[in-house]
């Protein structure tokens, strides 16, 4: 049974370019997470989906980021005109439908803006 | 709103040494408890949990203790080793706040030899 995956693993954008993470969750899991990590910081929520729906967006910036879960394929974390404030880890995690907290993260992708 | 609050890192430990990281949370209600571990270059994953008051979450050695009455949950381990070097975070669920997990700021372990 395959975790979660996350792709691209390291990602190098130039200003202004955009970004696509992807995150293909467990098989069974229907919530999928967000989370942005810097060094020396804590996660940081970002945004939780199920299948077509945007259940909590709070943690995102109101421009350039949006986040979709398609009824078919991966989850997708898009940033728009990338700036080098952009350059984080990225990490998703998923869970089961009851939602008990215990989530699965993929190994995450780190991108760099240079 | 829910908290949660960690021990400032770093942790820096000599193998064998007993470990206590200490964590805190403010909730309402009655939320669930987690402590979830980072390895290096590595996502996180679920080390223990607790889902009520007094119960005892263990895996790897490592055991914490759902105390309602000081609202923690400190995570302790007997004899750590060079492998349990990481970053570990506290987090709650409650029922409210869309039932996302809310996170401590993390503390990192490093075990030397």
């Known amino acids: 049974n395959a975790g979660v995956m996350q792709n691209p693993r390291h990602l190098v954008r130039r200003r202004g370019q955009e970004a696509r993470l992807r995150c293909s969750p467990m098989k069974g899991h229907s919530h999928v997470y967000w989370y942005r990590q810097l060094p020396e910081e804590g996660l940081k929520f970002m945004v939780y989906l199920q299948k077509e729906n945007i259940i909590d967006e709070s943690g995102m910036p109101k421009e350039r980021f949006s986040a979709e879960f398609p009824k078919e394929g991966p989850s997708i974390l898009r940033i728009q005109q990338v700036v080098r404030g952009d350059s984080a880890a990225y990490f998703c995690?998923?869970?089961?439908?009851?939602?008990?907290?215990?989530?699965?993260f993929g190994e995450g992708s780190r991108l760099t803006v240079l | 709103g829910d908290s949660v609050t960690q021990m400032e890192g770093p942790v820096t430990l000599s193998e064998e040494a007993f470990l206590t990281i200490n964590c805190t949370y403010t909730a309402t209600g009655y939320p669930s408890l987690f402590w979830y571990v980072q390895y290096p270059g590595e996502g996180l994953q679920l080390l223990l949990k607790?889902?009520?008051a007094d119960d005892k979450g263990s895996n790897k050695g490592f055991e914490a203790t759902y105390r309602k009455e000081t609202t923690s949950f400190h995570l302790e381990k007997g004899s750590v080793q060079v492998s349990d070097s990481a970053v570990y975070f506290c987090?709650?669920?409650?029922?409210?706040?869309?039932?996302?997990?809310?996170w401590g700021l993390g503390t990192s372990l490093a075990v030397n030899p």
């Open positions: 995690a998923t869970g089961q439908a009851t939602n008990t907290g215990e989530l699965f």
């Open positions: 987090a709650l669920l409650n029922a409210g706040n869309n039932r996302k997990l809310i």
């Open positions: 607790a889902t009520k």
